[in-house]
C-alpha cells in the first residue's frame, strides 16, 4: 500500500511538473528569443539557451520614439479603463445587491448576455457609430468601447462581493447617521477590496491586450496601442522581425507581471469575516 500511494504521489507531481513545463515554455521561448537576432532564430537547430544573446534589441526598442509613444497610449487607455469601469461597476453592484425593483432580474440578465456577442459582431456596428461621433481614432473611443466590453463581468462581480457583506452593516451605519454615499464609500469599500483589485486587474488585462478594438479605432501613428503596434511594426510582406518582436513583447509584459506582484496579497475573498458578530 505504501509503495502505490508513493508510485501516485511521483506520478501525480511528474504529470504537475510536465504540465508546468508544457506551460511555461512559450513564455521561455519569448524571453530567450529577445537576446538573439533574427538570423540566430531562424538557424537549425535552433537555440533554446541565452548562449550567443545581444541587448541590441532592447536598446533598439528603447531607443525608437514610436514605441515609447505605444506604451504611453496603452497606459492611458488601460489606467483609464480601470477608474471609470470600477466606479460605474462600484454604483451599478450596490443598486442590483442593496435595492429591489421591477425587472432586476431581467436586466442583470440582459447586461451578462452583452458578452455571448463576440467582438467582430459588434465591430461593423461600432464602426458606423463611431464615425458619426467623431470619436475614431481618439482616446475616449477606445476607452469607452473597453469599458462597455468588460462592464458585464465587473457588474455581476462586484455585485456578488456586495452580497456576502451582511446588510446588517448597512443598517447599523445608518443608526450611526450615514448616508447612502457614505455607507458605500466609508464602511463597504474597505470590505470590497479584494473584488474592486481583482476587477481593477480583469479590466486592465483585457485593455492593455486588446487589438481588435484598437484596430479598428485607431488610425494614426501617434494613437496606436501596444498590441496594435507590435503587429504592424514587426510584420511586414516579405519578411518578419521576430527579434524585435519577442523584445517588444517582454518589455509588455512586465508591467502585467509587476501588477500581480504588487496586489496578489488583495487577491483574497472573505475580508468580511467576522465584520458582524452573530
Not at 467582438?119 to 476607452?143: C, E, H, P, R
Not at 458585464?152 to 443598517?171: G, M, Q
Not at 448616508?179 to 492593455?208: A, C, H
Amino acid at each position: 500500500m505504501k509503495k502505490n500511494k508513493k508510485s501516485r504521489t511521483v506520478l501525480n507531481y511528474s504529470i504537475i511538473a510536465l504540465e508546468l513545463i508544457i506551460f511555461l515554455f512559450p513564455v521561455y521561448w519569448m524571453i530567450v528569443s529577445s537576446f538573439h537576432t533574427n538570423a540566430t532564430l531562424m538557424s537549425f537547430p535552433p537555440n533554446f539557451t541565452f548562449s550567443k544573446g545581444t541587448i541590441d534589441n532592447f536598446i533598439r526598442v528603447l531607443g525608437e520614439l514610436k514605441f515609447i509613444n505605444y506604451f504611453k497610449n496603452s497606459v492611458i487607455v488601460a489606467t483609464s479603463s480601470v477608474i471609470f469601469s470600477i466606479l460605474i461597476a462600484l454604483f451599478a453592484g450596490y443598486a442590483f445587491s442593496r435595492y429591489k425593483f421591477v425587472g432586476k432580474s431581467l436586466l442583470m440578465t440582459a447586461i451578462l448576455n452583452i458578452q455571448v456577442f463576440p467582438v467582430t459582431v459588434i465591430i461593423i456596428a461600432l464602426f458606423s457609430f463611431y464615425s458619426k461621433m467623431n470619436l475614431l481614432d481618439t482616446y475616449q473611443g477606445l476607452i469607452f468601447a473597453d469599458i462597455v466590453y468588460s462592464l458585464p463581468f465587473t457588474v455581476w462581480f462586484i455585485k456578488a462581493f456586495f452580497d456576502t457583506i451582511p446588510k446588517s452593516i448597512d443598517e447599523a451605519a445608518k443608526i450611526d447617521g450615514c448616508g447612502r454615499l457614505r455607507i458605500l464609500f466609508s464602511v463597504l469599500m474597505p470590505l470590497l477590496k479584494p473584488g474592486m483589485i481583482s476587477v481593477g486587474i480583469y479590466t486592465f488585462l483585457y485593455s492593455w491586450d486588446d487589438f481588435v478594438f484598437a484596430l479598428t479605432i485607431l488610425k494614426t501613428e501617434r494613437m496606436k496601442t501596444l498590441p496594435l503596434g507590435l503587429v504592424q511594426s514587426f510584420m511586414g510582406e516579405f519578411s518578419n522581425d521576430y527579434a524585435g518582436m519577442m523584445t517588444l513583447s517582454v518589455l509588455t509584459s512586465l508591467p502585467v507581471v509587476l501588477l500581480f506582484l504588487l496586489t496578489q496579497k488583495y487577491m483574497i475573498s472573505g475580508l468580511t469575516a467576522g465584520a458582524v458578530k452573530g
